[in-house]
């Protein structure tokens, strides 16, 4: 029963009381729905990602603002392929901003995402980018489309890991910016998008268009003194050698995924040009560069993943050096240049190789196609060491100028170069030729010119010459080389000019070099020998030295032979029209005309004893004359000898058993031969008679260096 005597004041304060008991109920259960809600929010979102990426995805909050449309997420990660693999998606703090607008739309429309200290792992395959497959079905079944109005990135990280060869290598961008607008499921178009990031000490920036749904990506990237260490990874899959120091740009145009009509669609494609400086590469087990380049510049550049090729239009190396060591089993640096097959050196120290959980059946399994139209080289150098001989021969090469065209690592046709340049800044050279560099053995032929190189140089090739120390002189010398697999034929011409012997060095020596030399060498003090050589795998201890010098004597031992014929050729004797190395081989095969050491005697009896530098004239008897062929023939040789201003010639006058003319015979003889060769141009110098005290049988002429 109501009492009547209860104020009106006291109703109304029982009524606001009320009234505030169910306004609090409805705000502790608005706010315990709030929280319920933002929790079951987060467990979906984190429940429809894993289900459409397949990947296991943590969220450590979610906070929704109802008022501004605003939803934030902290701690966002979504894990990698492997367990020990970094997160391919992740950032610290997601901040979107949505628009009501949704709620009547065809799409979610979000304002404005902010991504805080986001990292994304880039993972290249044989299929292209692991985030090309982790959004491939993100397009498929209803629902509604998304629309990013705005997107941003501060402070993010961009990780990239690719296959090769010897395992995963990885690096990464630090610090990016990146701003991107546009993106829209609905239209399937690609978004805009542009951005800037720290590369090791360098500077990347980007700009181009990207999309995930279906993924496509085309790109203008720019990078700007990046040191060349990033790519350690992946030059250790390619090239023995790995840079330890340099920088590079390069301007590049990145695609990926669908592209009509492309038949590489699905697959990375990379087209641009890089510049290098100040480049050197290092072999693992070397703490000295191998190599070091002043810059190089490659055009035209275009790698396809899925095919497995990197074309390239033309390389330039600008002042590129290399030491080039022959060991003493004959091994040489050159090996080093290929890579071993034990396991990268190094990852870039930018992240862990485990990182991708990248799959290694790209291309690199099976080895790229490589083709480089051009490969040219200024003011190059190589520093050669040649530990194989027992006297190191060291020389640089320099001022190398040259180039090589058509390479193609899966051709076997040979590859054509040439190049100039100098021996230690002295003697110029010249080496061309084709070489079949990826045919299986190697093959191909090479021609080495050098001209006027310091003997001191080359004599580590030929030891102390013949037994004597070299004085001085020069070797000019055209070398044509075969090479067939591992045998090394070579066929080559050597010019020795001005050279001078000095004392002999060892023991005495037993080959007459100086009067070999005497014989050959021109009025312009030039030595002329063919020295052909062959070099198998079963010598490739034995001390080249040794096989060239071989050569050497054999090419004078054959002038020495029949010293006597090669100098009537040098005459111009009508009867030896050869040079002087030809008549000799051909007088003494009986190849062609009658040798003069058969053509000066009685023409009834043998009347020549041939002994090498030894002519013996066998004149009628008491008799101090020539007839006329055999003057002719002598008076050829005469003017042969003229022209061997180091070459003299001893006069041993001779009277047989039943002669009676005795000393004014012999003079007369003496005087004959003497008065015979200087009319026909030998110098007097050139000139000895030495009479013994008993004479010999036969009168001879024995030749003698000066």
Known sequence: ?????????????????????????????????????????????????????????????????????????????????????????????????????????????????????????????????????????????????????????????????????????RTALTHMQLDAHGLDTTTRHPFSLRGKADWKSGVFKGHGKMGFLPWQTSLWLEADSVPVTVLRGWASAVMGVLPSSGVF????????????????????????????????????????PLIRVGSMKMDRLRYQQKAGQLAIGSIVVDDPWLMMTIAEDGTTT????????????????????????????????????????????????????????????????????????????????????????????????????????????????MNLHIARMPISIFAPYIKAFGGYAVKRGQVSADM???????????????????????????????????????????????????????????????????VIWQAIRKGLSQVLTSPFDALAALGGDSDQADSPSTASRRARTGEGPASIYAAIGHAQEASLSRNGTKLSIRFGHDEATLNDAKARRLAGWAEGLSRRSRLSVVIRPGLAGNESGGEALLDQRAEMLEALLTRHGVKPEQIQVRKAGSPPSTTTLTLEAL
Request: hydrophobic content about 35%; glycine content about 10%.
């Open 1 to 169: 029963m109501h009492d009547a005597s209860e104020s009106p004041h006291h109703s109304s304060a029982r009524r606001w009381w009320i009234g505030g008991l169910v306004l609090a109920g409805v705000v502790g259960l608005g706010t315990l729905g709030y929280i319920g809600g933002t929790r079951l929010a987060a467990d979906r979102l984190v429940e429809t990602l894993e289900q459409r990426t397949g990947r296991k995805v943590s969220l450590a909050s979610l906070d929704i603002n109802p008022l501004t449309a605003t939803l934030t997420l902290k701690g966002f990660s979504m894990a990698g392929a492997t367990a020990d693999a970094l997160p391919v998606m992740a950032a610290r703090r997601i901040t979107i901003n949505g628009a009501w607008s949704s709620l009547w739309k065809n799409r979610w429309i979000l304002q404005q995402v902010t991504l805080i200290s986001p990292g994304l792992e880039l993972i290249s395959t044989s299929d292209g980018l692991n985030v090309a497959r982790l959004f491939s079905d993100s397009s498929s079944g209803g629902g509604k489309g998304l629309e990013v109005q705005d997107f941003r990135v501060e402070q993010g990280t961009l990780g990239w890991t690719t296959p090769t060869a010897k395992g995963s290598s």
């Open 249 to 288: 740009s390069s301007t590049v145009h990145f695609e990926d995924g669908a592209r009509t009509g492309d038949s590489n669609a699905g697959g990375i494609v990379l087209s641009g040009r890089a510049d290098v400086s100040d480049l050197a590469l290092t072999p693992p087990s070397r703490e000295t």
């Open 334 to 445: 050159l090996s080093e240049l290929t890579p071993s097959s034990s396991s990268p050196e190094e990852q870039d120290a930018s992240g862990p190789s485990t990182a991708s959980g990248a799959s290694s059946t790209g291309e690199s399994s099976s080895g790229m196609h490589i083709t480089v139209s051009k490969v040219g080289w200024n003011q190059g150098t190589v520093a050669l060491r040649d530990h194989h001989l027992k006297e190191t021969f060291s020389a640089d090469l320099v001022n190398l100028e040259g180039q090589i065209t058509d390479v193609d690592s899966q051709e076997e046709a040979p590859l054509t170069f040439s190049m100039t340049g100098q021996v230690n800044s002295r003697a110029p050279l010249r080496l061309d030729g084709q070489v079949a560099l990826f045919d299986t053995p190697m093959s191909g032929n």
């Open 480 to 546: 044509h080389y075969q090479l067939n697999g591992k045998t090394i034929r070579s066929d080559n011409t050597i010019l020795l000019r001005k050279l001078e012997l000095g004392e002999p060095v060892g023991k005495p020596p037993s080959f007459p070099i100086k009067t070999a030399i005497a014989l050959l060498e021109g009025d312009d003090g030039v030595v002329s020998l063919n020295v052909p050589f062959t070099l198998t795998p079963d010598k490739a201890a034995v001390d080249v030295s040794a």
